[in-house]
């Protein structure tokens, strides 16, 4: 059983790179504020300017490609038509957060995000709490967001991609960095089970030996 959910997380891995891959070749000439209910935008690269709330930063507990424990900083940018957008700004190692100084990314007027738009994550079981009074967050959903700074906000947000745009901060995302080592798991759990079936079978026909004896 844990083989064959191997090979399901495997279709669904190989489905998800296929449709990053697809998306991240392709520009939006508008920010998609009028879909709110699918992620079929996901990933694709897009354009928004307005003003960064940095008063309202958020800190996203989460590894780095190399395994490192940090945070990703996300801050609401207010557009001209009054609009709400999540900014995904960059990643900062655990130990950085609490002499973190916000105010040395606060010199923009007008800020242009150029990045990839990122569809609100959903609630899971085993997903922690975020702790407000930490400002430590576990989950990217925006109406948690929302729900906390009394905005409205889209279900999209945008991740920059451009590492020259905080030199504090760490950017990373590319399509190709995404593991899928499903299949490696699949036959790992597979191979076991025969050996256990082998070792089974072994047993059971030496006790039977034993009792003709």
Avoid: C
Wanted: hydrophobic share 40%; no cysteine.
């Amino acid at each position: 059983m844990l083989g064959y959910w191997q090979t399901q997380r495997l279709e669904w891995k190989n489905n998800l790179i296929n449709s990053i891959q697809q998306n991240y070749s392709e520009y939006l000439e508008e920010f998609p504020f009028h879909v709110d209910n699918s992620n079929e935008y996901e990933f694709m690269k897009v354009v928004a300017s307005g003003y960064l709330k940095f008063e309202n930063t958020m800190y996203f507990y989460r590894s780095n490609l190399n395994g490192a424990s940090g945070f990703e900083l996300i801050v609401p940018m207010q557009t001209e038509e009054n609009k709400f957008v999540y900014i995904i700004l960059g990643w900062i190692p655990y130990e950085t957060k609490q002499n973190f100084d916000i105010s040395s990314l606060d010199n923009f007027d007008l800020f242009e995000a150029e990045g990839a738009l990122i569809y609100s994550k959903e609630r899971k079981p085993l997903i922690p709490q975020n702790d407000y009074v930490s400002n430590i967050w576990y989950l990217m959903n925006t109406e948690e967001m929302d729900q906390y700074h009394k905005i409205s906000s889209s279900r999209y947000m945008i991740k920059l991609l451009d590492q020259t745009r905080f030199e504090n901060l760490l950017i990373e995302f590319e399509p190709s960095n995404i593991t899928n080592n499903h299949l490696q798991y699949a036959v790992t759990w597979f191979l076991l089970s025969i050996v256990i079936t082998v070792m089974y079978m072994y047993y059971i026909r030496r006790g039977a030996k034993k009792d003709e004896l």
